[in-house]
């Protein structure tokens, strides 16, 4: 499952992340917070806006706002 399709307060494992699928900048930036496969993400809320963007993910101690087609590039097994 992508990472869109999270419910909110679900966590789960990034397995892959099609970095093809995203800009070079906005990948860099992904993983410079640490959103690679390996970490260990929550979703914490979905937007009002059309196409409930933007996605807050929860990752470590740190909060971030996600576009949800970013989301989509992110392939997560839940956890628990």
Known sequence: ?????????????IIA???GALASDEAKRLQALGIDEGAEVELAHRGVFAGRDPLALRIGRMTVALRRSHARAITVAALG
């Open 17 to 19: 992340v099609d970095w």
């Open 1 to 13: 499952m992508t990472l869109d399709g999270l419910t909110i307060g679900a966590a789960a494992r």
